[in-house]
């Protein structure tokens, strides 16, 4: 069974600019989650899509948002990109939004902000 | 007061001796998840557990809802299980614990 994806794996961006990251769930899974761990920070929950829908959202601005597909893939932008994104982004699927499920992670997009 | 400690932070160890990871919350939850997290960002679910106690291989973790406090345990530390490892309570989403930093020598 493949895991869950992450695209890209480095993502190289300029102050001011937009970012996508992109992940593929583990198939079966229908909810994803997107976490932030930025350096020296531990991880924070960003975003949870189920379904299509987002279902909880993180203590984040809103130049922070995404979708999940119909595929249950799922998109992370962030616009206006500020030096203090730069960070390691994780991406977990799992089953569906009955609490509580296993989280299976992907290998992260490090997204550098110069 | 975060609402998630993990201690201790860092941590150093001979191959072969036992590992204690405490972890304590102050947030109702529903379950706790421990992550192992490998240079270069590679995460990996080491256990979900809501109650009691359960082992795969070599670590045993362990949960007392009550108190609100989690342990994670290597037994017959290897180098390889150099890792940081996180302690995430599920609320209505994973709070993270900052983590505890683990060096095993050979």
């Known amino acids: 069974e493949a895991g869950v994806t992450q695209s890209p794996t480095h993502l190289i961006k300029t102050r001011g600019q937009q970012a996508t990251l992109r992940c593929s769930p583990i198939?079966?899974?229908?909810?994803v989650y997107w976490y932030q761990q930025a350096l020296g920070l531990g991880l924070q929950f960003l975003l949870w899509?189920?379904?299509?829908?987002?279902?909880n959202r993180g203590n984040f601005p809103p130049r922070f948002s995404g979708r999940q597909f119909p595929n249950y893939s799922s998109e992370l932008n962030v616009n206006a990109l500020e030096l203090e994104d730069s960070a390691l982004y994780l991406c977990?699927?799992?089953?569906?939004?009955?609490?509580?499920?296993?989280?299976?992670f992907g290998p992260g997009t490090r997204l550098t902000v110069t | 007061k975060n609402e998630v400690e993990q201690s201790p932070q860092n941590l150093t160890a001979q191959e072969g001796e036992f590992i204690t990871i405490n972890c304590s919350y102050s947030?109702?939850?529903?379950?706790l998840h421990w992550l192992q997290q490998h240079p270069g960002g590679g995460i990996v679910s080491l256990f979900m557990?809501?109650?009691g106690k359960k082992k795969h291989g070599r670590l045993i973790a362990t949960i007392n809802i009550q108190e609100k406090h989690s342990s994670l345990h290597i037994t017959a530390s290897h180098p390889r299980d150099s890792a940081v490892y996180i302690c995430?309570?599920?609320?209505?989403?994973?709070?993270f614990g900052t983590g505890t930093r683990l060096q095993v020598f050979p």
């Open positions: 977990a699927s799992s089953r569906g939004d009955s609490d509580p499920l296993e989280q299976y």
């Open positions: 198939s079966g899974h229908t909810s």
């Open positions: 899509y189920d379904e299509g829908e987002e279902r």
């Open positions: 947030v109702g939850i529903s379950a």
């Open positions: 557990l809501s109650s």
């Open positions: 995430a309570p599920n609320t209505d989403k994973l709070i």
